[in-house]
């Protein structure tokens, strides 16, 4: 394990967060975890909740001493944030059940590229990112995949091993 990943647990494990929210249901779905990340790269997670009042009042009861505290609210999310172990974690929640967030869908997908690809494709998606593009579209962009590149990674979820690995080798054949 690398010393950012267990640099990141530590985080996850000092600020308690996947405890705090544990009625939540709360996933990381940090690039971190998946060795996609940059220098800037925080830790995500993702929630679910019922009443986002409720929600907000418990982050906020958990999290508002911390550094770089913020909360935003919306009509259907909420954000909030605080720094720990020198990172910014990240929380979203919505109604929508954790397994069809988007966030937890393209980690998923994420996961599964990064055990068929190679050390080149990795490095080549953080170097991407490094000159300024997400995830997703570095993703696509080394894979030459075109159009929308958030629907291309929601649409190679219902992809075989066989099917990734064959699109893979094909994009890495044609540099």
């Known amino acids: 394990m690398n010393s950012k990943i267990a640099r990141a647990n530590k985080a996850i494990e000092e600020s308690g967060v996947l405890i705090k ?15 996609l990340d940059t220098k800037e790269s925080d830790i995500d997670i993702v929630c679910t909740y019922q009443e986002q009042e409720a929600f907000i009042e418990a982050f906020e009861s958990a999290y508002s001493g911390y550094e770089a505290y913020s909360m935003r609210p919306r009509k259907d999310h909420a954000l909030g944030r605080f720094h720990c172990n020198q990172f910014l974690i990240e929380v979203y929640a919505s109604e929508t059940p954790v397994e069809l967030q988007t966030a937890y869908r393209h980690y998923q997908v994420m996961k599964r590229l990064v055990k068929i690809g190679d050390n080149e494709f990795i490095d080549r998606i953080r170097q991407l990112k490094e000159s300024g593009l997400k995830t997703e579209p570095a993703i696509c962009r080394v894979m030459g995949i075109s159009g929308d590149p958030y629907a291309a990674v929601l649409e190679l979820e219902n992809w075989s091993e066989k099917e990734l690995t064959k699109l893979l080798n094909f994009a890495q054949a044609s540099l």
């Open 21 to 35: 929210l544990d009625a939540y249901s709360p996933e990381v779905v940090s690039t971190i975890f998946v060795s």
